[in-house]
């Protein structure tokens, strides 16, 4: 059996806490890949880097990766930067490469 590689707590905060800093919009999502964790954990440690963010003000929760990323698709405005932290590559890639070709 494969082993389960799993990010440090710390490391999962500190993504949050970098992007708090720089997004105003976060769409925080989870996944089937769970890598071994308890259902909402990491959602959990997402959250708490967010806590003190200086940039951030509005922070949505979606389950499903793709439906995550049709909010943050479907709320962008000219101009935006959008961030897609994703895991499956391949079919994340495939989705929004689709998502793109509609517009």
């Known amino acids: 059996m494969p082993s389960v590689i799993c990010r440090r707590d710390e ?10 800093d720089a997004f105003d919009r976060i769409v925080l999502y989870q996944d089937a890949c769970q890598r071994g964790r ?11 880097g ?5 940039r951030t003000r509005k922070i949505e929760e979606i389950h499903g990766e793709f439906l995550a990323i049709n909010t943050a698709l479907d709320k962008l405005q ?3 930067i959008c961030l897609i932290l994703i895991d499956p590559v391949d079919e ?10 509609e517009q």
């Open 78 to 80: 000219p101009g935006d």
């Open 92 to 101: 994340s890639l495939a989705h929004i490469a689709k998502r793109v070709a």
């Open 11 to 20: 490391d999962i905060r500190k993504q949050t806490e970098i992007l708090g």
């Open 50 to 54: 967010l806590k003190n963010a200086r």
């Open 38 to 48: 308890a259902d909402g954990e990491v959602l959990a440690l997402l959250r708490d």
